[in-house]
């Protein structure tokens, strides 16, 4: 059973294009979360997806970034005109449905973000 | 809003030391608890979890004791190994949110 997967897995652009970060979740697994590592920092929430729907987009940046998790297809976090402070590493999580808040998110390798 | 902190790191032992970190949250209701460790690289990996307080959380040697009394969910292992070198993050989910709760990370070095 294939974990969670993201690519790439390191991305660079240069300031004012934009990044597209995909990830499949587990089989099985219907809830999609992103979150966003800077350097030498903890994980923050960015967004809670299931099929077709946002959930939880509460740690998203107002601007530039969006999210989907379309019927068929990976997941993907896009930011828009990208700058320096993005640079960072995007990490996504999936888990089962229907199980309550007490199942387990299981993350992908991530994807590392640098911006130049 | 609910928030994890955890020691400051770097941890730095020797092979076979007795390990703790500290781990204490913030939180209204009754969350779950959790530790994931990130090796170099790589994605995080659940270590343990606990959703109830008392319950005891273990997994390759590590364990964590849920403590509502204290707020606490302190990581120990009895005798660390230099393969334990990694970075461990303490989290919370609270009731009615799917988002985990991080804390900022501790590093732990082992050496031979």
């Known amino acids: 059973n294939a974990g969670v997967m993201q690519n790439p897995r390191h991305l660079v652009r240069r300031r004012g294009q934009e990044a597209r970060l995909r990830c499949s979740p587990m089989k099985g697994h219907s809830h999609v979360y992103w979150y966003r590592q800077l350097p030498e920092e903890g994980l923050k929430f960015m967004v809670y997806l299931q099929k077709e729907n946002i959930i939880d987009e509460s740690g998203m940046p107002k601007e530039r970034f969006s999210a989907e998790f379309p019927k068929e297809g990976p997941s993907i976090l896009r930011i828009q005109q990208v700058v320096r402070g993005d640079s960072a590493a995007y990490f996504c999580a999936s888990s089962p449905p229907g199980q309550g808040f007490q199942e387990t998110q299981y993350f992908g390798p991530g994807t590392r973000l640098l911006v130049l | 809003g609910d928030s994890v902190t955890q020691m400051e790191g770097p941890v730095t032992l020797s092979e076979e030391a007795f390990l703790t970190i500290n781990c204490t949250y913030t939180a209204t209701g009754y969350p779950s608890l959790f530790w994931y460790v990130q090796y170099p690289g790589e994605g995080l990996q659940l270590l343990l979890k606990?959703?109830?307080?008392?319950d005891k959380g273990s997994n390759k040697g590590f364990e964590a004791t849920y403590r509502k009394e204290t707020t606490s969910f302190h990581l120990e292992k009895g005798s660390v190994q230099v393969s334990d070198s990694a970075v461990y993050f303490c989290a919370l989910k609270n009731t009615g949110f799917q988002k985990l709760v991080f804390g900022t990370g501790t590093r732990l070095l082992v050496s031979p």
């Open positions: 606990a959703t109830k307080a008392d």
